[in-house]
């Protein structure tokens, strides 16, 4: 039962650290989606970069609620990165 919580406690947010700092393999990571999701669209980059750091803020005082807002920043690079390889791809095959 390696890497399970203890009962009543809550795990951390993907990629975060106690200290409500990102791991080391999460930074570039994170960097990397961060910056493809703000070109990609910049509205969703922003708002899943802001998300990141609301999640980041709250490690230590509400993990639950930073962990429902880093896993929402995730998804959001996820998808938007997604979408624009998806549309890179399609833009060089079909032009």
Known sequence: MTG??????????????????????AVPIAFVL????VFAALPLGVLGIVLNDRGLE??????????KLVAWSWGIFAV????????????????
């Open 80 to 95: 938007v990165d997604a979408l624009a390889v998806v549309a890179v791809v399609l833009a060089v095959f079909l032009l």
């Open 58 to 67: 709250r490690v230590r005082t509400d993990p639950q609620s930073a962990r």
């Open 34 to 37: 961060g910056t493809l999701a």
């Open 4 to 25: 399970a919580p203890a009962p009543g406690t809550t795990r951390l947010p993907l990629g975060v650290q106690a200290d409500g700092t990102l791991t080391p393999r």
